[in-house]
T-cell receptor, first 115, second 115 residues
Framework: GAVVSQHPSRVICKSGTSVKIECRSL??????MFWYRQFPKQSLMLMAT?????????EQGVEKDKFLINHASLTLSTLTVTSAHPEDSSFYIC???????????FGSGTRLTVV | AQKVTQAQTEISVVEKEDVTLDCVYE???????LFWYKQPPSGELVFLIR??????QNEISGRYSWNFQKSTSSFNFTITASQVVDSAVYFC????????????FGTGTQLKVEL
């Protein structure tokens, strides 16, 4: 149990376009989800905390107008990278908070390349 | 503010060797949780262990063991008789009980196990 599905796993888009990444909790309800960004050979940096039915809480330095987060249901959160630029190329990972020993279940990540 | 330090950026061992990954954390809180995750090349984070600050018992799970020393703020991870499949990046993380459920990750240790 406790599976989080993240799609797409890889996406290449042109500079100036927008990309949507989905994060779904398949077998549990997740009132809270988190979005991370990871540069090559670096740690996971929290971008925002997404709560179902309310506005996301962004970490300092993260542009909320560029990284749109929507958590419209208890099983789905989306991250939209708007007007993407090459510097937005990165690995994006979501996680969902649930009760239990592990506490967090992570998606498999999305590798975004902006050309 | 809390902080997690993984001083070892990269470790290379030969299969069957034992290896210890270090994790030192900083927090002023007395109640917190510590985690270890494995990130294989595929990118997904795999949960390994969660330990709360009141439980200083060491834990063993198969070839994995963890040494929690509150006096030195360390939560080290040892793999006994390492295998090639253990090759991955390992992250130590800290969660404060009152921190909005946010995880603070260390910078990770890249473990390479060679034949």
């Amino acid at each position: 149990g406790a599976v989080v599905s993240q799609h797409p796993s890889r996406v290449i888009c042109k500079s100036g376009t927008s990309v949507k990444i989905e994060c779904r909790s398949l077998d549990f309800q997740a009132t809270t989800m988190f979005w991370y960004r990871q540069f090559p050979k670096q740690s996971l940096m929290l971008m925002a905390t997404s709560n179902e039915g309310s506005k996301a809480t962004y970490e300092q330095g993260v542009e909320k107008d560029k990284f749109l987060i929507n958590h419209a249901s208890l099983t789905l959160s989306t991250l939209t990278v708007t007007s993407a630029h090459p510097e937005d190329s990165s690995f994006y990972i979501c996680s969902a908070l649930r009760t239990g020993l592990s506490g967090y279940t992570f998606g498999s990540g999305t590798r975004l390349t902006v050309v | 503010a809390q902080k997690v330090t993984q001083a070892q950026t990269e470790i290379s061992v030969v299969e069957k060797e034992d290896v210890t990954l270090d994790c030192v954390y900083e927090t002023r809180d007395t109640t917190y949780y510590l985690f270890w995750y494995k990130q294989p090349p595929s990118g997904e984070l795999v949960f390994l262990i969660r330990r709360n600050s009141f439980d200083e018992q060491n834990e063993i799970s198969g070839r994995y063991s963890w040494n929690f020393q509150k006096s030195t703020s360390s939560f080290n991870f040892t793999i006994t008789a390492s295998q090639v499949v253990d090759s991955a990046v390992y992250f130590c993380a800290l969660k404060l009980t009152g921190g909005g459920n946010k995880l603070t990750f260390g910078t990770g240790t890249q473990l390479k196990v060679e034949l």
